[in-house]
């Protein structure tokens, strides 16, 4: 099929799945704002990102990587995130659980105070388009650490380690 027969070619509710990374970061970003506040979005200071095939030890290494990294809170297995209330919701309405949905469940996850500290992620990212909104969040948690630098809540925008 040539470009123009694809042109041509009608619409289907596939197709209208949003992949364009920057658009899907900035639609997960903004609900987070809006939801804790800029000032609240205090993400782990160290993030270890565990991919690989079901079955390639990710879930059987964490207890070491763990504890080499003094890494105290409990891992996110993404896989899990798929079957948290919300992502159950999302699959009762009727609709799949898509790139945008799964970015914005953990990063809210990782909001939680016991993630402060650092946290350990299996299964995560799994697309392309993932593997570029994590690109972006490295840079808006640098953009956070230099705007709260001077101020009072330096403490809570630390520098991301990955």
Known sequence: MDNAEEADKPVTGTDLEVKDAHLIFAAVWDDLVQK???DNLRFPREFIWLGGAPGAGKG???AFVSGLRGITAPPIVVSNLL???QAVAIKDAGKMV???EVIGLLFD???APHYYEGVIVDGFPRTDV???CLKIFYQAMLELNS???PTPLARFF?????
């Open 60 to 62: 059987t290494n964490t």
């Open 109 to 111: 996850d990782l909001l």
């Open 158 to 162: 630390r520098k991301p380690m990955f």
């Open 83 to 85: 079957t948290s209330p």
């Open 130 to 132: 993932q593997v570029e």
């Open 98 to 100: 898509g790139d945008r």
């Open 36 to 38: 804790h506040g800029r």
């Open 147 to 149: 705007d709260y630098r």
